[in-house]
């Protein structure tokens, strides 16, 4: 099992910035990869970014190519979503997901989840 918890969400003005955080137990990361999902309220949950944990492959979806930056700090367990330039359309519940093997952009996926973190944009 892995147990993956978020913080770091908030509320942001339209152009700013927030750090995602996700730490994760349970098990050894050296198989796994790490995504981001977000949920908007009467939407679909749908793929951010996922980084590879040993090689720290990145892919993001292009609503957020040059905005937000997936990292992970080996040390510590944990993955990151940096994000900047904030828009009103990425008001959403971030989720981090797990996974054994390569990324993929489908949540069906992913086997472990955290309990997500609220970002909300204002205008």
């Known amino acids: 099992q892995v147990q993956l918890v978020e913080s770091g969400g908030g509320l942001v003005q339209a152009g700013g910035s927030l750090r995602l955080s996700c730490v994760a137990s349970g098990r050894t990361l050296t198989s796994y990869s790490m995504a981001w999902f977000r949920q908007a309220p009467g939407k679909e949950r749908e793929f951010v970014a996922a980084i590879t944990w040993s090689y720290g492959t990145t892919n993001y979806a292009e609503s957020v190519k040059g905005r937000f930056t997936i990292s992970r700090d080996i040390s510590k367990n944990t993955v990151y979503l940096q994000m900047n330039s904030l828009k009103s359309e990425d008001t959403a519940v971030y989720y981090c997901?797990?996974?054994?093997?390569?990324?993929?952009?489908?949540?069906?996926?992913?086997?472990?989840w955290g309990q997500g973190t609220q970002v909300t944009v204002s205008s």
């Open positions: 997901a797990a996974r054994i093997g390569g990324w993929r952009g489908s949540r069906d996926e992913y086997e472990y």
